[in-house]
């Protein structure tokens, strides 16, 4: 069983950044971050394999958030920067064993879920 532990949510201005941080013992996995919305469905919003060589990044926040990891601390990051009010969401980071390129943007093939940060931008 891994343990998932999301921190750095928090209520914010449009136009802030904002660095989320998952910990863990995620560093044999590769890792993604989820979001979802009041009524909406959870949505892809990056991943990162288990060394941190490849990363791919949902079209809504592709050239806004960066993802990254420290193995040696046991972390994942996303940054996100110039945030606006359709990013408002509980944030997920996931950990999942086996393939990098099967489906990395699935929510099914993940493994481990942490419980979720908040992140609310106001306009």
């Known amino acids: 069983q891994v343990q998932l532990i999301e921190s750095g949510g928090g209520l914010v201005q449009a136009g802030d950044s904002l660095r989320l941080s998952c910990t863990g013992s995620?560093?044999?996995?590769?890792m993604g971050w989820f979001r979802q919305a009041p009524g909406k469905e959870r949505e892809f919003v990056a991943a990162?394999?288990?060394?941190?060589?490849?990363?791919e990044y949902g079209e809504s926040v592709k050239g806004r958030f960066a993802i990254s990891r420290d193995n040696a601390k046991s972390t994942v990051y996303l940054q996100m920067n110039s945030l606006n009010a359709e990013d408002t969401a509980v944030y997920y980071c996931?950990?999942?064993?086996?393939?990098?390129?099967?489906?990395?943007?699935?929510?099914?093939?993940?493994?481990?879920w942490g419980q979720g940060t908040q992140v609310t931008v106001s306009s």
């Open positions: 996931a950990a999942r064993a086996g393939m990098y390129e099967v489906r990395p943007r699935s929510p099914g093939v993940y493994d481990y």
């Open positions: 995620v560093s044999r996995y590769h």
């Open positions: 990162i394999n288990w060394s941190g060589g490849s990363t």
